[in-house]
T-cell receptor, first 114, second 113 residues
Framework: QQPVQSPQAVILREGEDAVINCSSS?????VHWYRQKHGEAPVFLMI?????EQKGHEKISASFNEKKQQSSLYLTASQLSYSGTYFC???????????????FGTGTLLAVQP | IAGITQAPTSQILAAGRRMTLRCTQD?????MYWYRQDLGLGLRLIHY???????GKGEVPDGYSVSRANTDDFPLTLASAVPSQTSVYFC????????????FGSGTRLTVV
C-alpha cells in the first residue's frame, strides 16, 4: 500500500525544473506533500484533494489525478533552499478524508547545486 | 512558539530496557501520530490517536505502546527495547476536523545496543 515515488534522487542546477511523481495502487482521495532537510523534521507543503486540483507553495506546485491514482510535484526555477527529501503521503483509511493517518512514500532526494 | 516538543533529543539504550519517548503539542490538534524513520524505508506509522482517550495501531506497532490521556500528550513506550528499534522517531499532530497537514516534532534519535 506504500505509494511509489519516482525518481529516487535527482540533481539539479539552480534555476532548473524538476518533477517528482507519486503513484498508489489504491484509490486516492487526497495526497500530502512534505519536504525534509537533512537532520530536520518533515515540513508540510500542501494537500491536494479529490478533484484534480493544483496547488502552489512558493514556486512549487502539484497536481492530483485520482483516476490515475497519482500526484506530481513540480519545482520550477529551483533554488538552493529546495534541497531535501520530498515525501508524498496518502491516507490509509477507507474514509480518505482531507486528513487521515498517512502512509508515506520512500522519498525523493533532491539536490540543487549552484 | 506553537508546535510539538519531543524528548529526549537522542538516547542510547541497553537492549531489554524500558523507554518512554515523550511528545507534547500545544496546538489543540485532535489527532496525533508516531512514526519511525529508517534509511531506505521512509516514514512508517507505529501508532496513532484520533482523539484523547482513543488509540490505534499503525503499520509497525509490535514492541510499542501508546496512551492518550489528554489532548496534548502522546507518549510512546518501548517495553523491552531491541536493536531493531534503533531509529529516528517522529511525533506528529494534525487537526483532522479541519483537514490540516501534519506538524512534526524535531524527532528522537534512539540507539539500542
Amino acid at each position: 500500500q506504500q505509494p511509489v515515488q519516482s525518481p529516487q534522487a535527482v540533481i539539479l542546477r539552480e534555476g532548473e525544473d524538476a518533477v517528482i511523481n507519486c503513484s498508489s495502487s489504491k484509490a486516492l482521495y487526497s495526497v500530502h506533500w512534505y519536504r525534509q532537510k537533512h537532520g530536520e523534521a518533515p515540513v508540510f507543503l500542501m494537500i491536494l484533494l479529490k478533484g484534480g486540483e493544483q496547488k502552489g507553495h512558493e514556486k512549487i506546485s502539484a497536481s492530483f489525478n485520482e483516476k490515475k491514482q497519482q500526484s506530481s510535484l513540480y519545482l520550477t526555477a529551483s533554488q538552493l533552499s529546495y534541497s531535501g527529501t520530498y515525501f508524498c503521503g496518502t491516507p490509509t483509511g477507507v474514509y480518505g478524508g482531507a486528513t487521515n493517518k498517512l502512509i508515506f512514500g520512500t522519498g525523493t532526494l533532491l539536490a540543487v547545486q549552484p | 512558539i506553537a508546535g510539538i516538543t519531543q524528548a529526549p533529543t537522542s538516547q542510547i539504550l541497553a537492549a531489554g530496557r524500558r523507554m518512554t519517548l515523550r511528545c507534547t503539542q500545544d496546538m489543540r490538534h485532535n489527532a496525533m501520530y508516531w512514526y519511525r524513520q529508517d534509511l531506505g524505508l521512509g516514514l512508517r506509522l507505529i501508532h496513532y490517536s484520533n482523539t484523547a482517550g482513543t488509540t490505534g495501531k499503525g503499520e509497525v506497532p509490535d514492541g510499542y505502546s501508546v496512551s492518550r490521556a489528554n489532548t496534548d500528550d502522546f507518549p510512546l513506550t518501548l517495553a523491552s527495547a531491541v536493536p531493531s528499534q534503533t531509529s529516528v522517531y517522529f511525533c506528529a499532530s494534525s487537526d483532522s476536523n479541519r483537514g490540516s497537514g501534519y506538524t512534526f516534532g524535531s524527532g528522537t534519535r534512539l540507539t539500542v545496543v
